[in-house]
């Protein structure tokens, strides 16, 4: 009888355990940030220049909640949308990215991609994610290009191996990315360089935090980098201290904003989960919004 009941008392406090990680799946958070960057005078008088950071949706079909949350981000009236990747978890979630950025994909914006985006998902063993063990794609295509077309249409940048220039509210933005350096999709020496000096603001995008592309970019002279895919850890000690980072960033700097070497870097919680890993623990979905201002004189 003892046996028997220590047995139910841990099937009641694995399934509260799982119906908090299930729970906190929808409990999106916006996490503010402000970096004094540009040089004096360079807003005119305006107000900060604001980055809304998007990575890791991961959504599939009919995710109501996470769609008008996403939608609603517009409100914050973003100079520039920056999406790091992993939009897809479902062969059929294109159609809910789309509605999910919705007015978003009016203002100007840039991409990167993440593998997440190209192959489907699969079944996972928990216990590999929790020993940070790499785990190989499925190689099952998913409808990206589809995606691709559309952010394009719309106006934003595809900055996969590109390096680019455009204005955004006045301020002159230099800008280069590389392709998901995860699955070691990388090619950085397609983008090696230091940003155009005449650049106000200049941003290096990848979807997921490798120090082999961060020290790059820090290298060449670019004041911030912005990256995803850690989703802060998704399964993380109280206070969000995360036990692995699915790459090889420290714990410490697997979300959140932080010093890396002389560069800013920015890394996403993410606003998703794979479709057959949803579960957060101390870890809640998240979005971005970086407050760029004037150094002081």
Same mark, same amino acid.
């Given at each position: 009888m003892k046996l028997r009941h220590i047995a139910l008392g841990l099937a009641a406090l694995g399934a509260a355990t799982a119906g908090h990680g299930f729970a906190e799946?929808? #409990?999106?958070?916006?996490?503010?940030?402000? /970096?004094?960057?540009?040089?004096?005078?360079?807003?005119?008088?305006?107000?900060? $220049?604001?980055?809304?950071?998007?990575?890791?949706?991961?959504m599939i079909p009919r995710q109501r909640k996470k769609i008008?949350?996403? #939608?609603?981000?517009?409100?914050?009236?973003p100079d520039l949308v920056i999406n790091t990747g992993d939009n897809l978890s479902?062969?059929?979630?294109?159609?809910?990215? /789309?509605?999910?950025?919705?007015?978003?994909?009016?203002?100007?914006?840039?991409?990167?991609?993440?593998?997440?985006?190209?192959?489907?998902?699969?079944?996972?063993n928990p216990l590999k994610y929790l020993t940070d063990t790499k785990r190989a794609p499925s190689y099952v295509d998913l409808p990206w290009q589809g995606m691709r077309a559309a952010f394009i249409e719309h106006g934003w940048h595809d900055a996969t191996h590109k390096r680019l220039e455009f204005k955004a509210s006045g301020l002159r933005l230099a800008l280069a990315g590389v392709d998901d350096p995860h699955h070691d999709l990388d090619r950085y020496d397609e983008v090696a360089g230091a940003p155009n000096e005449a650049a106000d603001l200049s941003?290096?995008?990848?979807?997921?935090?490798?120090?082999?592309?961060?020290?790059?970019?820090?290298?060449?002279?670019?004041?911030l980098a912005l990256a995803g895919h850690t989703h802060?850890?998704?399964?993380?000690?109280?206070?969000?201290?995360?036990?692995?980072?699915?790459?090889?960033?420290?714990?410490?700097?697997?979300?959140?904003?932080? #010093?890396?070497?002389?560069?800013?870097?920015?890394?996403?919680?993410?606003?998703?989960?794979?479709?057959?890993?949803?579960?957060? $623990? $101390?870890?809640?979905?998240?979005?971005?919004?970086?407050?760029?201002?004037?150094?002081?004189?």
């Open positions: 799946l929808s #409990r999106f958070e916006l996490r503010e940030y402000q /970096l004094p960057l540009l040089e004096p005078g360079t807003l005119g008088g305006r107000g900060p $220049f604001r980055i809304l950071h998007i990575s890791d949706l991961h008008e949350w996403v #939608r609603a981000l517009d409100r914050l009236d479902d062969l059929r979630g294109v159609p809910a990215v /789309l509605e999910a950025l919705g007015p978003l994909l009016d203002r100007p914006g840039a991409f990167v991609f993440g593998t997440n985006d190209y192959w489907a998902p699969r079944p996972v941003i290096g995008l990848a979807h997921a935090p490798y120090r082999r592309v961060l020290s790059a970019f820090e290298a060449d002279g670019y004041d802060g850890g998704q399964i993380c000690l109280p206070g969000g201290r995360a036990l692995v980072t699915n790459s090889d960033i420290d714990r410490q700097r697997a979300s959140g904003l932080h #010093r890396y070497g002389k560069m800013w870097m920015e890394v996403s919680n993410g606003l998703g989960t794979s479709k057959y890993a949803p579960l957060r $623990f $101390f870890c809640r979905p998240s979005a971005s919004l970086i407050e760029v201002t004037e150094r002081s004189s």
